[in-house]
């Protein structure tokens, strides 16, 4: 699957995992990326979008 979402560009971040004593580690959040087909130039094809553009209808008017 994608690291990014192919429409609106969102990608992996990094920050960190606060523990209740307060020690940090090192963690990264991931968009939720699904695989999608839709009509590219004509013709159908296969692309990762996240979730938050598929409900808002981005899909349609970016493509």
Avoid at 15 to 43: E, M, Y
Wanted: proline residues 3%; contains cysteine; positive net charge.
């Amino acid at each position: 699957m994608a690291k990014y979402c192919q429409v609106c560009g969102k990608g992996k971040v990094s920050g960190h995992l606060v523990t209740f004593s307060n020690r940090k580690s090192n963690r990264t959040w991931a968009p939720n990326v699904r695989r999608i087909k839709a009509i590219v130039n004509g013709a159908p094809k296969r692309i990762d979008v996240c979730t938050r553009c598929i409900r808002s209808g981005k899909v349609e008017r970016a493509l």
